[in-house]
């Protein structure tokens, strides 16, 4: 391991808990503050971010970055808005920290509670997205966890920027600066300094593409949380009402194709009186779908469909399409392709539904809704530090709760064990 970077993580590390040991002790009102004020700095600052994204949108460009990629890397002054709107948000919310899960008396006399309590320093590496900066420090302070923030070189121009804005917002407000740093260099070195920082950092979430994902997997010492892709599926069963299917297929794909959320496949189920108006609003919109025979016969730009496609992610305007034998086919599909994410069936029956949503083995489940509602803030989180695709600990959009762990308080009045 680069020796540099190592001590650099190990410092940041030390500052980091100095600052957590601090935060968990502080009332919710403190956190709150902070987090306005936070907010606050990052309006006054938006002249600054904003041409320092313009810088990071130029280099992009001029690498070649995708569009998608590009998409998830621009600010505009409503994105910058929704960033500092999104920290607010955060503040208002609910304070997990110090909340009793359960408790109970023993037939000794004790007293037994679990209490929600942070983490302590938890590690965010991520990518392209620069808002990450300001949500995931959101969600971290008003948990009372510091974080170390690592970015991508993509954004740091306005990682930079947003990070400045925010550590003098707390700081403003008398909250520790080093509550949230930000690693300051982009050598990838720094990266494996913090994936091995056992008794530094907490925990890892990594938020970005499927290599940043599968290499923090594969390296890391610390615990990690996170989610390696977002292969989501939308299946149109029979009862499906046809102009709902239609809404709701165009939008889970074409809202916004660079996100997690945006279906990948869709099924449709061959029972379906008329798939033909769905794959043609499709097509209207650019989307390029790729079926098997049947679809083409339905829709004849569809292209032909190889078998990687039913396991990729595109984060663009593609879609995989294909006919399905009723709810159980669709199922089947989906437990052999699905990432895990995100699967939604749409439908008029109900029992249908309730076979799909008790059937699928995913973090999200939804019916009658586009898939693109997999989102912290749509799910009343305020923010998402991430979607959690695991079985253990937080499972779906990562917020506050998902940021806290418990521990036991035992409460006596004299008992000795026998």
């Given at each position: 391991?680069?020796?540099?970077?190592?001590?650099?993580?190990?410092?940041?590390?030390?500052?980091?808990?100095?600052?957590?040991?601090?935060?968990?002790?502080?009332?919710?009102?403190?956190?709150?503050?902070?987090?306005?004020?936070?907010?606050?700095?990052?309006?006054?600052?938006?002249?600054?971010?904003?041409a320092a994204n313009a810088r990071d949108i130029e280099a992009g460009t001029a690498n070649g970055?995708?569009?998608?990629?590009?998409?998830?890397?621009?600010l505009d002054p409503a994105r910058l808005e929704g960033a500092a709107a999104g920290v607010e948000a955060v503040a208002g919310l609910a304070d997990p920290v110090g909340a009793v899960i359960d408790s109970s008396?023993?037939?000794?006399?004790?007293?037994?509670?679990?209490?929600?309590?942070?983490?302590?320093?938890?590690?965010?590496?991520?990518?392209?997205?620069?808002?990450?900066?300001?949500?995931?420090a959101a969600l971290c302070v008003m948990s009372g966890n510091a974080t170390i923030l690592r970015g991508g070189s993509e954004a740091a121009h306005s990682n930079r920027a947003i990070h400045a804005a925010f550590a003098r917002g707390l700081a403003d407000a008398g909250l520790p600066a080093d509550a949230v740093q930000l690693v300051p260099t982009t050598d990838r070195a720094a990266v494996g300094a913090m994936l091995k920082a056992d008794g530094t950092i907490d925990l890892i979430v990594p938020r970005g593409?499927?290599?940043?994902?599968?290499?923090?997997?594969?390296?890391?010492?610390?615990?990690?949380?996170?989610?390696?892709?977002?292969?989501?599926?939308?299946?149109?069963d029979r009862a499906a009402e046809p102009a709902m299917a239609v809404k709701l297929a165009v939008n889970a794909k074409m809202r916004r194709t660079g996100i997690c959320g945006a279906t990948e496949t869709l099924l449709i189920d061959r029972a379906f009186a008329d798939p033909a108006p769905i794959l043609s609003a499709l097509a209207d919109t650019g989307c390029a779908l790729r079926g098997d025979a049947d679809i083409r016969a339905i829709e004849p730009r569809a292209v032909a469909a190889n078998a990687e496609d039913w396991d990729t992610e595109?984060?663009?305007?593609?879609?995989?399409?294909?006919?399905?034998?009723?709810?159980?086919?669709?199922?089947?599909?989906?437990?052999?392709?699905?990432?895990?994410?995100?699967?939604?069936?749409?439908?008029?029956?109900?029992?249908?539904?309730?076979?799909?949503?008790?059937g699928v083995d995913s973090a999200i489940v939804m019916w009658n809704a586009s898939t693109q509602f997999a989102d912290g803030g749509e799910f009343g989180l305020g923010a998402e530090i991430g979607i959690a695709t695991g079985r253990l600990h937080a499972r779906g959009p990562v917020a506050l709760e998902g940021?806290?762990?418990?521990?036991?308080?035992?409460?006596?009045?004299?008992?000795?064990r026998p």
């Open positions: 391991m680069d020796q540099d970077a190592q001590t650099l993580i190990a410092d940041m590390g030390a500052r980091a808990r100095t600052a957590a040991t601090l935060l968990a002790a502080l009332p919710t009102a403190a956190k709150a503050a902070g987090l306005r004020a936070a907010a606050a700095a990052i309006r006054a600052d938006a002249d600054a971010i904003l970055l995708s569009g998608a990629l590009l998409d998830r890397l621009r008396e023993r037939p000794n006399g004790l007293q037994l509670s679990r209490v929600r309590v942070p983490i302590g320093v938890i590690g965010i590496i991520y990518e392209s997205r620069p808002n990450v900066t300001a949500d995931a593409g499927k290599s940043l994902v599968a290499r923090v997997q594969e390296e890391a010492r610390v615990p990690v949380l996170a989610h390696l892709d977002g292969i989501c599926h939308t299946y149109v595109y984060l663009d305007s593609i879609l995989s399409v294909a006919l399905v034998d009723g709810v159980e086919g669709a199922m089947a599909h989906i437990a052999r392709h699905s990432s895990r994410h995100t699967d939604a069936i749409v439908t008029e029956d109900a029992a249908t539904a309730e076979r799909f949503l008790n940021l806290t762990t418990y521990k036991w308080m035992v409460r006596g009045s004299g008992q000795a």
